[in-house]
């Protein structure tokens, strides 16, 4: 399977804690993206990179969040101090240059208890 | 900041039923994409438009790209029951630094009853 993969696909965890997921994009596509998705809601940008520089980060992501594409291939995506607002499916998405589509993979469902 | 709209939220229709679902943008887009989820699954990419005005047709599918590249429509012909899902349009924002970053609409949720 050459897609988008995400690691893990659930992950449930205690008001508090830290957590972090993994996104490993489609091997030739330079730019990745993350986006937050809740309940009868599209999916709303967090972050994206072109290769490891992050190009933009939303104003909605308060500093708990932080997201890294150290060596330009997978990302990825730490919460700190989680919170209950926090739940939600985190989807990457990444794309081959600027403006095209963009693969999707099958996202990591948060819940926060 | 840039908005996203969408109409209806929700569709409900019986098999060999046309549905249609709206999106508006707040902004002028430089293109715009319209992609499917299916429930449980992740967005699968259908389409982009970039031309004012362009309309472009997959099998059943027929989507359309206003003038003012603000709005868009999603027509599909004679529903079936593998229409069901989810039906997002997307916009990038034309000018700026942005370029790339999908900005969503809440979505159209179809079902099809047989």
């Known amino acids: 399977d050459t897609g988008v993969s995400q690691d893990p696909r659930h992950k449930i965890t205690k008001r508090g804690q830290n957590v972090t997921f993994r996104c490993d994009p489609i091997s030739e596509h330079n730019r990745l993206y993350w986006y937050r998705q809740t309940l009868g809601q599209g999916p709303e940008f967090l972050t994206y990179?072109?290769?490891?520089?992050?190009?933009?980060k939303s104003r909605l992501l308060s500093d708990r969040f932080s997201a890294e594409r150290p060596k330009g291939s997978f990302s990825t995506l730490e919460i700190q101090r989680t919170e209950q607002g926090d739940s939600a499916m985190y989807l990457c998405?990444?794309?081959?240059?600027?403006?095209?589509?963009?693969?999707f993979g099958p996202g990591t469902r948060l819940t926060v208890t | 900041g840039q908005q996203v709209m969408q109409i209806p939220q929700y569709q409900h229709v019986q098999e060999g039923e046309d549905f249609t679902t709206y999106c508006n943008s707040s902004t002028t887009l430089s293109n715009i994409q319209w992609y499917k989820q299916r429930p449980g699954g992740h967005p699968v990419f259908l389409i982009q438009?970039?031309?004012?005005?362009e309309v472009k047709k997959q099998k059943r599918l027929t989507f359309q790209f206003g003038e003012a590249k603000k709005n868009s429509s999603l027509h599909i012909t004679a529903t079936q029951t593998t229409d069901v899902g989810t039906y997002f349009c997307a916009g990038i924002n034309a000018g700026g630094t942005s370029y790339g970053k999908l900005t969503f609409g809440q979505g159209t949720i179809l079902t099809v009853h047989p």
């Open positions: 998405a990444s794309s081959h240059g600027t403006g095209g589509e963009q693969y």
């Open positions: 438009l970039v031309k004012s005005g």
């Open positions: 990179f072109q290769n490891e520089a992050q190009l933009e």
